[in-house]
């Protein structure tokens, strides 16, 4: 009886037989030839090792954890319950240790630049003057905040935490898709998933050397205490702000406030006093030197931003305005995860460091720019059209796999307001193996590294892969319905 | 510790105790109608009003009334109610209990949220409220055993025993006005099975009976669910504890009672430490058990007003910010 993809894998067919590499795409375990890359040999003997009955059964081990432990996401657009499971897949998605250490130093490379170029936005201006970049596209972008101008944060650092996407296309080359400089989520996930690998696959952690994720939250304290302002006490005391449990990254909220030992509050919690921030306990006012905001910065103070905003605290602006509480990340970083200033970071890594950036962004068309704008409305199918100011996959056109209808409607947005519209040529992410209902298959993974920076910048080694979980889709958003893979820094030699 | 943060660890204990207080009187009902013919009203009114219920439409049937103390969602002193609400409580502020505690009340609501735990109240009905308050009795033992013991967990600790003595004092109450002494039921069956009945919905029975009481019920069982000063849920005893988590949370001696709240549970400690049941009976023990109801929900009240409600016009005043 010959074997069909619409049936269930059989249960004592080892996990890998018969796995079907994409045709175009870059596949994160096997080469062209259909062996394991060198820094995948030892995970792909390990796991293949497992038929997929055996799989299946671990699979389920891994749901009863997330569910037990109540590791959830809401999705704003399901009104069926407040917490859903963000789904996970088993295998991991590897990166080699050599290719990582490079990675890495471009993304400190990155976050430098970009924390010059907030420095230099919000004070003298050369970049702009120097026309690197466009100063209207600046002054425009609706992250950009006039309270900020002059205003000197401690230690000059406006991002503290940055999630930058990277996807690798079509030949194995990793490309920056994203920076995320405002409030960047997902590092919970990390760190659970890397909890419920190491109940799931204890062996596979015994041969392979993976590189610890775990000493995320206390490096991130580290950071936020050396950022505190200049008289407070030691040490000094920090909070994580958070809009609370309706929020749909509460979870990581949570998690990290536990894991970081500090306390969470809603902005009800806090108030302003002779521009000091203070905190309300069952003993009285506490002073609060730092607060870690997961919070946009709409909603930070109604009496300078939002006046609607019941999330965040009356005044808050001035009291970080005179220097008495530090922010993280600073108010109106937006500006630098714009969609349309991304195309201009490699040059800003020229503008200030004279080098060569080290991870290069994808091509990237401005449709403010009047010859880009015309070469996108004529290739509207073959490219990626995405709203300047839109995070979790909305307000995109995947031109290639759009209607002639879909594609009109869109043109005309791009007409109407060209400014707020970037393209991108479809990059064929990368794959990896994935577990479906019909046996492993290859789903397309993109990755969010967590770079944290206070007196010192760290990057999380690995990050969170995220995988769409539907066939040829190529939008890995949680917020869609997207999935997640536990990423393994695999060490040298391995 | 922040207010709100405490205010949701006190009404989680509180939502905690109070579902396994509903489970303990309602077991205890059904198993002392198994011996008696007691017009439904009679018995199953006096448990509804325990819970706070004055507006419950009937009729007073034993399923009926067990179903809408144990699963009616709109009602928030069911069983089913109160778990999920303690839950909620306890999700909001994760991250001040511990992984163990959150994992057994979210399992725990799981089930009682099952077609397994449905089954089992119509299978055998006894197990299904041992479960549930093994649920409570579970969270504190794994309470106490990984969570440091300090300002969160003594919060914890005064909603628990704030809701058991209060739960103490309205059994007491509400079961004695069906056993107030009249000279044709004293000594019958009847009559001493509802003592049996009220010292077994406090878990009372064995230790009362230890202490080999001389005296007529009406005098003894009263005075040892209301004053002994160690048995776990006598209402001084319980009274007591919130005094001492009190003062361990502002560090003050109990000796010096200064806050709205030290003061209104020193007040009322005081009192049950001097009065005696004599004093008690003659103007009708109901007097004073609605007197001591009340007080604890003053002792509440004020609770809220010290710990959980910081208005800052409080603390303008005088300087709080010794940086400044």
């Known amino acids: 009886m010959t074997q069909t993809q619409s049936q269930s894998p059989p249960a004592a067919r080892p996990l890998f037989t018969g796995y079907r590499p994409h045709a175009v795409a870059w596949d994160e375990l096997f080469d062209a030839e259909r062996r394991p890359h060198d820094h995948c040999r030892l995970l792909v003997e390990g796991l293949g090792r497992l038929d997929c009955a055996e799989f299946v059964q671990r699979r389920a081990n891994a749901d009863h954890v997330f569910i037990d432990e109540g590791i959830t996401f809401s999705v704003y657009s399901d009104r069926r319950g407040v917490e859903k499971i963000f789904p996970f897949d088993l295998i991991p998605r590897p990166v080699a240790a050599a290719e990582w250490d490079v990675l890495e130093r471009g993304l400190i490379q990155r976050l430098a630049a970009l924390n010059r170029f907030l420095w230099d936005v919000y004070h003298e201006r050369h970049i702009l003057r120097d026309n690197v970049v466009p100063a209207d596209l600046v002054l425009g972008s609706k992250g950009y905040r006039k309270e900020m101008v002059g205003f000197d944060p401690p230690g000059k650092q406006y991002i503290h935490v940055c999630g930058t996407d990277l996807i690798r296309d079509k030949d194995g080359r990793f490309l920056v898709l994203e920076d995320n400089a405002r409030t960047p989520s997902g590092v919970s996930y990390v760190l659970e998933n890397r909890v419920v690998m190491k109940k799931v696959f204890p062996h596979l952690f015994q041969h392979c050397r993976i590189r610890r994720v775990e000493d995320y939250p206390q490096r991130l304290r580290q950071a936020l205490a050396s950022v505190a302002p200049r008289p407070a006490i030691d040490p000094p005391t920090v909070v994580l702000l958070s809009p609370g449990s309706y929020n749909s990254a509460y979870f990581e909220h949570s998690f990290l406030a536990r894991h970081m030992g500090i306390e969470l509050v809603l902005g009800p919690d806090l108030f302003v006093h002779q521009e000091r921030v203070y905190l309300k306990t069952t003993h009285g006012p506490q002073r609060v030197d730092v607060i870690y905001r997961r919070l946009d910065d709409d909603f930070l103070d109604p009496n300078c931003f939002r006046a609607d905003s019941v999330l965040g605290v009356p005044d808050l602006m001035k009291a970080y305005r005179a220097g008495n509480v530090t922010l993280a990340n600073a108010v109106g970083t937006g500006v630098s995860d714009d969609k349309a200033i991304y195309p201009f970071v490699e040059d800003m890594i020229r503008y200030y460091f004279k080098e060569e950036p080290l991870i290069p962004n994808v091509p990237t068309y401005i449709c403010a720019r009047p010859a880009d704008r015309d070469h996108t409305l004529a290739n509207l199918d073959k490219l990626v059209v995405k709203a300047v100011n839109e995070s979790g996959g909305y307000g995109m056109l995947m031109g290639p796999f759009a209607s002639n209808a879909e594609r009109a409607v869109f043109a005309d947005k791009v007409r109407a307001n060209p400014r707020n519209y970037v393209a991108q040529p479809v990059v064929s992410l990368s794959t990896c193996p994935t577990w479906t209902e019909h046996g492993v298959a290859p789903r397309h993974v993109d990755l969010r590294p967590y770079i944290v920076s206070g007196a010192m910048t760290w990057v999380l080694p690995g990050g969170l892969t995220r995988t769409a979980l539907v066939e040829g889709s190529l939008v890995v958003n949680s917020s869609q319905g997207g999935g997640s893979k536990d990423t393994w820094v695999m060490e040298n030699g391995q | ?324």
């Open chain 2, 1 to 324: 510790m922040i207010s709100r943060v405490a205010e949701h660890c006190f009404w989680l204990s509180r939502y905690l105790e109070r579902a396994e207080n509903t489970a303990r009187i309602l077991e205890v009902n059904q198993t002392l109608l198994l011996d008696f013919q007691v017009p439904a009203e009679q018995q199953w009114q006096p448990v509804l009003i325990i819970s706070g219920i004055h507006d419950y439409p009937g009729p007073f049937e034993a399923e009926l009334v067990q179903a809408h103390l144990t699963w009616n969602t709109d009602n928030p002193c069911s069983i089913a109610s109160a778990v999920g609400i303690a839950r909620e409580n306890a999700r909001v502020v994760r991250e001040t209990v511990s992984a163990e505690m959150w994992s057994h009340l979210n399992q725990s609501y799981r089930w009682v949220q099952s077609e397994a735990a449905r089954q089992l109240f119509h299978q055998d009905r006894d197990e299904f409220y041992d479960r549930v308050r093994r649920v409570n009795q579970l969270f504190h033992g794994i309470t106490d055993g990984t969570m440091t013991h300090d300002e969160p967990w003594e919060f914890l600790q005064v909603g628990k025993f704030l809701e058991r003595a209060c739960q103490t004092a309205r059994i007491l109450d509400v079961k004695y006005h069906a056993l107030l002494p009249s000279p044709e039921r004293l000594g019958t069956p009847v009559h001493n099975a509802q003592w049996s009945a009220i010292l077994n919905s406090c878990s009372a029975y064995e230790p009362y009976h230890k202490l080999r009481r001389v005296g007529e019920p009406e005098t003894a069982v009263p005075e040892f669910l209301l004053f002994h000063p160690s048995f776990p849920r006598s209402v001084r005893s319980c009274l007591l504890e919130v005094r001492r988590a009190l003062h361990a949370i502002s560090g003050r001696p109990v000796s010096e009672p200064e806050s709205d709240a030290e003061r209104a549970v020193s007040d009322l400690v005081g009192w049950l430490h001097l009065v005696r049941i004599d004093d008690l009976l003659p103007a009708g023990l109901h007097d004073a058990l609605t007197n001591i109801v009340n007080r604890i929900h003053e002792i509440g009240d004020a609770i809220h007003r010290t710990y959980f409600d910081v208005r800052v016009e409080n603390y303008a005043a005088k300087p709080f910010d010794p940086a400044i």
